[in-house]
Every structure is written in structure tokens, then in C-alpha cells.
Antibody, heavy 118, light 106 residues
Framework: QVKLLQSGAALVKPGASVKMSCKTS????????VSWVKQSHVQSLELIGQ????????NFNEKFRDKATLTVDKSTSTAYLELSRLTSEDSAIYYC???????????WGQGTLVTVSS | DTVLTQSPALAVSPGERVSISCRAS??????MHWYQQKPGQQPTLFIY???NRASGVPARFSGSGSGTDFTLTIDPVEADDTATYFC?????????FGSGTKLEIK
């Protein structure tokens, strides 16, 4: 069955970067977009961006274009989200997610908690 | 961006009917989806395209609406339905989520 397994929690210092992973299985990685969603107490859920594994150009929510980098490794069916120049506002849970056969995100990773603190 | 407005919280008793609303700042056709999220868990898709139940979702859950006004209805409510419910639109870019409605079962 479809699974999205995310990397563990990260504690990072302000100004640093963090890279998290989303290892997928149970489907053909190159057939579906992988999306990344931020969940914080302040802004609830926000789409960061989406990447199609066979494309070199991700789609971004403009709010996150200068903050996030999306990449994939097709050899391991893994998607990555890197966040740069971290501030306390980046402290949140980050989910990778994928739609099913119909619209709507049917599959979610378990989330990666990022805490930005000195 | 399309803003989705939800009431912050509702409290109902088991066996009652509850309607959770989501209003969009601009039309989203029928591309509104609903998620249930329990504490410490990732969201789960419950309704897609306004009125279609996702796999495994009980028939007690139903969705309706189009354009800018949408409703998730639970009838009858059970204790296990305690959760936060989010709406999400995928008609306009960027796709956006509502702020969530926390449902308490008395």
C-alpha cells in the first residue's frame, strides 16, 4: 500500500538550514506529484509547494519560494524539503502528502517536527 | 489567495446532527475537500470534491455545496468524531486550507 515515511524531528538554530526527507513506497514514484504542507499553530495548514518527480521545476506557493527548496531522488523514491535561513516562524510540523486517484490529499506522511531555537 | 473561513469550534452531544461550514472568498467550483485530524496525527481525507466520501469513511459523514459555500455534516455524531476538521480547496492556486473547526463531543 502507499506509504510516505518522513525523517525524524529536528532542532535547529536560527539562521541555519534543515533538510527533511519523505521516502515513498507502494506506488510508482514518478506518477504523482509530492506536495509539502506546513502546519503551525499560527497559520494552520499551508501548502509550501509541489514537485513532480519527472520534472525539474517545482511549483511553489509564492510565500515559500525564497524559503523552501524541493528535490527528489528517483533512485530511492524519496522527496526532500529544505528550508533555509530559519526563524522561529519556521517552527512547525511539515508533512509530505500525495493525492489519490481523485482530488484531495489521500496519503500523508507522519510529519516532521522542526523546532527553531538557540 | 483563496481564503477559507470556518467557525473555530463546535460542541454537540452524541447522536445529534452537526454541520461544519466552510466559506470561500472566491468560487472553487466543487473542488473542496474535507479532512479530519486528531491530536498528534496527520490529517485524513474524509470528503473529496465537495460530496464524495473517501475510502473507509462512514456513511454518517456527508458533504455538500459548490461555488463558495460548503458544509460537512455528521449525522449522527459519535464520541470518536472528536477532532479538528479542515476544508481545503484545489480550484485556485495556491491551494489553501481553512483554519479548522474543532469539534467537541459533550
Amino acid at each position: 500500500q502507499v506509504k510516505l515515511l518522513q525523517s525524524g524531528a529536528a532542532l535547529v538554530k536560527p539562521g541555519a538550514s534543515v533538510k527533511m526527507s519523505c521516502k515513498t513506497s507502494g506506488y510508482t514514484f514518478t506518477d504523482y506529484w509530492v506536495s509539502w504542507v506546513k502546519q503551525s499553530h499560527v497559520q494552520s495548514l499551508e501548502l509550501i509547494g509541489q514537485i513532480y518527480p519527472d520534472s525539474t521545476t517545482p511549483n511553489f506557493n509564492e510565500k515559500f519560494r525564497d524559503k523552501a527548496t524541493l528535490t527528489v531522488d528517483k533512485s530511492t523514491s524519496t522527496a526532500y524539503l529544505e528550508l533555509s535561513r530559519l526563524t522561529s516562524e519556521d517552527s512547525a510540523i511539515y508533512y509530505c502528502t500525495r493525492r489519490g486517484y481523485f482530488p484531495g490529499f489521500a496519503y500523508w506522511g507522519q510529519g516532521t517536527l522542526v523546532t527553531v531555537s538557540s | 489567495d483563496t481564503v477559507l473561513t470556518q467557525s473555530p469550534a463546535l460542541a454537540v452531544s452524541p447522536g445529534e446532527r452537526v454541520s461544519i461550514s466552510c466559506r470561500a472568498s472566491e468560487g472553487v467550483s466543487s473542488y473542496m475537500h474535507w479532512y479530519q485530524q486528531k491530536p498528534g496525527q496527520q490529517p485524513t481525507l474524509f470528503i473529496y470534491e465537495a460530496s464524495n466520501r473517501a475510502s473507509g469513511v462512514p456513511a454518517r459523514f456527508s458533504g455538500s455545496g459548490s461555488g463558495t459555500d460548503f458544509t460537512l455534516t455528521i449525522d449522527p455524531v459519535e464520541a470518536d468524531d472528536t477532532a479538528t476538521y479542515f476544508c481545503q480547496q484545489s480550484w485556485n492556486e495556491p491551494l489553501t486550507f481553512g483554519s479548522g473547526t474543532k469539534l467537541e463531543i459533550k
